[in-house]
Nanobody
Framework: QVHVVESGGGLVQPGGSLRLSCAAS????????MGWYRQALGNERDMVAR???????DYADSVKGRFAISRDNAKNTVYLQMNNLRPEDTALYYC?????????????WGQGTQVTVSS
């Protein structure tokens, strides 16, 4: 069993900041990649940011310079610091964890946390 739990969403005014957290727990050998995706109403789920085991990162162009992803390997936790938030950042944010379990790699999604940017 593997559990992926997000926290930290909420309502914030344009220009504000939020920090999302995602923790993975359960029976697995190691974590390869941890990432954040988001899905706005009527849109597809898109990658926001991801971080590999070695620390290399990828960001969507729309969030470069505003968002920062980091991870604490000891806690199996990934964070997304979101600054200078815009109304178009409003979405349901999902955590994706790619991990090694039973000799193979698997993807596990969290349940999502809502981020609303509005005045």
């Amino acid at each position: 069993q593997v559990h992926v739990v997000e926290s930290g969403g909420g309502l914030v005014q344009p220009g504000g900041s939020l920090r999302l957290s995602c923790a993975a727990s359960g029976d697995f050998a190691s974590i390869n990649v941890m990432g954040w995706y988001r899905q706005a109403l009527g849109n597809e789920r898109d990658m926001v940011a991801r971080i590999r085991n070695g620390g290399s990162t990828d960001y969507a162009d729309s969030v470069k310079g505003r968002f920062a992803i980091s991870r604490d390997n000891a806690k199996n936790t990934v964070y997304l610091q979101m600054n200078n938030l815009r109304p178009e950042d409003t979405a349901l944010y999902y955590c994706l964890v790619n991990l090694r379990r039973l000799g193979s790699d698997f993807n596990y999604w969290g349940q999502g946390t809502q981020v609303t940017v509005s005045s």
